[in-house]
Every structure is written in structure tokens, then in C-alpha cells.
């Protein structure tokens, strides 16, 4: 590590609070920073189901998403419950003048007071993949979602999260250590969770592939039920980790985490995107060319999809991970002030 820079420099971790997979990343990061750094951590917008093993040193509101009842992103709402005015105060409030750098997991606050301020912020977040031609996309593009993966959390630098490396700047996806730590076998179920779609569509469609066990983890659901070859539980991320370990494959919807966990499990993995959200039809598009099945919408015309799926023997495509230790210290390496540059995304 460079001269100039500190034995032990202050970093500022900061993530978006709204989804699992922003906090499970950090709770693998941020102990890793903290072997090599004094590191604060910023929260925006904490609704993640995870316990943390360290404390959020600032919380703010930040810029949320809202959803509509498909599970789709709502502009309209999102737009309207903005609060600007408050997020301009968060940011004005954020004195990052102690920080030698800022590591950004798409969080809207420290991005612009960094910005503000001119304080050297990198992009560390599976969103800051899409800050290049090269990840894949649709067939259709949606301007407003290409545009607020470029200004929601803006940075000078760009390290990115990806299922496969599409660019240099890109990385494989960083795991939990607990699931590294699982041993996966195969039981004879299949595995389920699509928040979008209520119990009644997954019944009617589920019940139809018969000859197989299907587990869903379901919001709906205050207890474990049967219906049938279908059965119901309550969602908990303990139970749903021990229960991908031993399935035959997961139905999901194309987010990042759970099908890159699946994947590295090596299971069979089928994704519905979530109507409206513009990265899970990017997730799914990169998913498709490594020969993972996926549909638009599950419904009874994707049926014969669906049981393609279960009943034919399927290719799994392997997935490298990245080594967080060893990418840690290459990103404090390549970002210490003594670089008269740094790696950026090749950009539009």
C-alpha cells in the first residue's frame, strides 16, 4: 500500500438500507475494512430483515422506491413521496470532511454530499454494473431506469457486482460466508419465492406440475401450510437458507442475491422478474445467456416452460465468487491518494 497513504485510513461504508442484499453485502465488507481501516458505516432507508454484527454510525431517510401492488416499481409514488427538501438537508448535514474515502453500496446521501464536496466515492454495488454498455440488457430499454442507475447514487468510480464479469470494472458476486459454509444436497422439492404473486396464483399454477413437492416461502403466511403438492411458510431468512441448501432447484424472481446463491449451490434456478423493476429484466436477460429459463409473467401459458424446467435434466451454469478479503485490499490499494487515477467503468 502506498506511502500516502494512512496505517489506518477512515472510511466511510455507506449502503441502501431497503433491500437484503445491500445489507448482507456490507456484513461481509465491512468487518473485512475493519482489519485495515477505521470505518464508519451510513445507513439509508433501513428495512432489511438482517441483524448486523456492527452499528450504523449515521441513518438517514434518503431517496426511497415504492411499489405497486404487482411488486412493480410505482414512479409516480416514488416520485411524489421524494422529499426533497429533507433529502437536500441530509446531505448538506454529512461532513465527510474526516474520510479518506467513501465506499458507496448505491446509497443516494453520502453519494451527493461526496459529490458536493468533491471527496473520493466508489461505487461498490451490483447497480454500478449497469454503468456500462457491456451488461445486458432487454430487448426493450427503459430510459428512466437506465437514467437512475447513472444519477441516484452518482460516483466518480465504479467497482461493480455481476453474475459474470462483463467488464473490467465488474466482479463476481460476493457471497455470504454462511452459504459458502453450506453443504447442499438434494432432497426432491423444489424451492419458491415470488413475493409479487399471491398464494392463490402460485396455487393455481403450482398444483398443475403435480408430480413434484414445491416449498414457498410466502409473505401471506403466519403459519406452515398444504395445499395439496404445495406447501406454505412464513418468510425467515434462517429457514430459507437451510432450505435452498437442500432443494432441487429455486423458482424466484431475478434479483441478484438469492440466484447467485443458488447458482453457487448448484441448483436448478428458474426466475420471473418482478413486473416494473427494470434490473431484475437486466438480471434475467444476463441469466438467459448463461442458460437459465425465466418467463415474464407466471401464468398458464408459462406452464409448459415451468415443467420443461422440472423435468428435463438441465445444464447448471458454474459461478465464481469473488474472494472479498483479497478484493478489499486491491480496492484500498487502487484507490489510496498516491493514484493519480483510478479504474471507471467504460460508460456510455
Not at 426533497?84 to 454530499?113: H, Q, T
Not at 466482479?171 to 432432497?187: G, T
Not at 436477460?285 to 398458464?300: F, H, R, W
Not at 438441465?314 to 498516491?338: F, N
Request: glycine letters at 4%; proline letters at 6%.
Amino acid at each position: 500500500m502506498s506511502v500516502n497513504w494512512p496505517p489506518k485510513p477512515k472510511i466511510l461504508y455507506a449502503f441502501q438500507g431497503t433491500g437484503n442484499g445491500h445489507a448482507s453485502r456490507a456484513e461481509e465488507l465491512v468487518p473485512i475494512l475493519q482489519k485495515h481501516a477505521v470505518v464508519d458505516v451510513l445507513c439509508s432507508g433501513l428495512n432489511s430483515q438482517l441483524k448486523l454484527p456492527f452499528k450504523i454510525d449515521f441513518q438517514f431517510e434518503g431517496l426511497s422506491f415504492y411499489y405497486n401492488r404487482t411488486g412493480g416499481l410505482d414512479y409516480f409514488k416514488s416520485a411524489r413521496k421524494a422529499r426533497l427538501w429533507r433529502f437536500y438537508k441530509e446531505v448538506k448535514s454529512l461532513d465527510l470532511s474526516s474520510y479518506d474515502l467513501i465506499l458507496n453500496d448505491f446509497e443516494p446521501v453520502s453519494a451527493y454530499a461526496a459529490k458536493l464536496t468533491d471527496k473520493p466515492c466508489v461505487a461498490l454495488s451490483h447497480q454500478a454494473s449497469f454503468l456500462t454498455k457491456k451488461s445486458p440488457r432487454p430487448l426493450k430499454k427503459d430510459a428512466f431506469a437506465e437514467w437512475v442507475f447513472r444519477n441516484y447514487a452518482p460516483t466518480k468510480y465504479f467497482e461493480g457486482f455481476h453474475f459474470k464479469s462483463f467488464d473490467a470494472f465488474i466482479h463476481p458476486p460476493i457471497l455470504r460466508k454462511q452459504i459458502q459454509q453450506l453443504e447442499p444436497r438434494k432432497e426432491g422439492y423444489y424451492l419458491v419465492y415470488l413475493p409479487a404473486y399471491s398464494e392463490e396464483v402460485l396455487k393455481s399454477i403450482l398444483t398443475k406440475v403435480s408430480n413434484v413437492e414445491w416449498l414457498v416461502f410466502s409473505k401471506e403466511s403466519s403459519r406452515a401450510h398444504r395445499h395439496l403438492n404445495v406447501e406454505f411458510r412464513p418468510i425467515s431468512s434462517k429457514a430459507f437458507q437451510d432450505r435452498l441448501a437442500n432443494c432441487d432447484g429455486l423458482l424466484c424472481s431475478a434479483g441478484f442475491e438469492a440466484p447467485a446463491e443458488a447458482l453457487y449451490l448448484g441448483k436448478k434456478l428458474f426466475v420471473v422478474p418482478i413486473k416494473g423493476q427494470y434490473e431484475q429484466d437486466c438480471n434475467a436477460q444476463a441469466l438467459k445467456e448463461m442458460g437459465v429459463p425465466s418467463c415474464k409473467d407466471l401464468n398458464i401459458r408459462s406452464l409448459q416452460l415451468l415443467e420443461d424446467w422440472v423435468y428435463q435434466d438441465i445444464e447448471i451454469p458454474r459461478l465464481a465468487i469473488a474472494d472479498a478479503e483479497k478484493l478489499m485490499q486491491r480496492i484500498l490499494k487502487a484507490y489510496s491518494p498516491a493514484k493519480s487515477h483510478a479504474p471507471t467503468a467504460s460508460k456510455y
